[in-house]
């Protein structure tokens, strides 16, 4: 199922029709089954040089302890997903922007900001008012570049966008977050 819902993705994609319909649940299960540990090793570490990093914004290593601290200041869980579409997004047009055009994991990378640009339009219609005041403020100093830069290997970025969709969608979504 997840295959068939990914081409449909890719054609309407190519034919730049827009995939609001798909919803934010469906999305996220894509980007689970897209970002499965098999193709995490071997588009963002077998086929980058040992050691490859990237400098990234802070911010942009949003971590599942990060999630947790939020949650512990009461912050709403849209907000939390909200945050890391941005930080998620971010993290993968960073790592699209270092991928040469003929690089085996450029197309891997494409799927994924694709689905992320469909989920994207999910958020599109969140007003700044909409989002707590701490996370608004998370997405700002992401979309500044005003921050602090981070070596992190890509499969790292990746790990983290993961593990925190898992800790974020699993229960919303219900689906196993294992």
């Given amino acids: 199922m997840y295959q ?6 890719c054609v309407l994609a190519v034919l730049g029709l827009e995939v609001a ?4 649940c469906e999305l996220a299960r894509l980007l689970q089954d897209k970002l499965r540990y098999e193709r995490r090793l071997q588009y963002m570490k077998h086929n980058f040089p040992i050691d490859y990093t990237l400098r990234v914004q802070h911010e942009e290593v949003l971590r599942t302890a990060n999630i947790t601290r939020l949650r512990d200041k009461k912050v709403s869980e849209a907000s939390l997903r909200y945050l ?23 197309g891997y990378t494409q799927e994924l900001s694709q689905l992320l640009d469909a989920l994207g339009m999910e958020y599109s219609g969140y007003w700044q008012s909409d989002v707590d005041a701490e996370v608004a403020d998370l997405v700002k100093q992401l979309h500044s570049g005003d921050s602090r830069l981070k070596a992190v290997r890509p499969k790292a970025l990746l790990d983290n966008c993961i593990k925190v969709l898992r800790m974020l969608f699993g229960a919303h979504c219900r689906w196993d977050s294992a």
């Fill in 84 to 106: 890391w579409f941005h930080a998620c997004s971010q993290a993968v047009l960073h790592i699209l922007e270092v991928l040469p055009e003929k690089h085996p994991s450029r």
């Fill in 21 to 24: 319909a798909v919803g934010e």
């Fill in 4 to 9: 068939r819902c990914a081409a449909v993705l």
